[in-house]
């Protein structure tokens, strides 16, 4: 599996973005898949996270409520949607995607990354 995350930009506070994960490999779809990011001169953490069937999901408590993990299997694609954007959500952010079956938050737990796409908050 081939990770291709796009879509980050430069936006001020407030505004709105949405990363897309491209991926290939026709096993996509029964893959967990999550947003990560990594500010500079911090560790990478985990922003959300969605099952393969996109029932279950999960969130960091510093982007519930404004962040939206979606996927679209028919696609290969999973979204991040981003609203209410603040300066603290600037970082590179990063998709990855695991052979496993649950939501995990831990990056040594995902079997494949994507290159990462920069957001960057205005204030």
């Known amino acids: 599996v081939q990770l291709q995350a796009s879509g980050g930009g430069l936006v001020q506070a407030g505004g709105s973005l949405r990363l897309s994960c491209a991926a290939s490999?026709?096993?996509?779809?029964?893959?967990?898949t999550a947003w990560f990011r990594q500010a500079p001169g911090k560790e990478r953490e985990f922003v959300a996270a969605i099952i393969r069937s996109g029932g279950n999901t999960d969130y960091a408590d510093s982007v519930k409520g404004r962040f939206t993990i979606s996927r679209d299997n028919a696609r290969n694609t999973v979204y991040l949607q981003m609203v209410s954007l603040k300066p603290e959500d600037t970082a590179v952010y990063y998709c990855?995607?695991?052979?496993?079956?649950?939501?995990?938050?831990?990056?040594?737990?995902?079997?494949?990354w994507g290159q990462g796409t920069l957001v960057t908050v205005s204030s």
């Open positions: 990855a995607a695991q052979r496993g079956y649950s939501l995990e938050i831990i990056p040594g737990h995902y079997d494949y």
């Open positions: 490999g026709r096993a996509f779809g029964i893959y967990p």
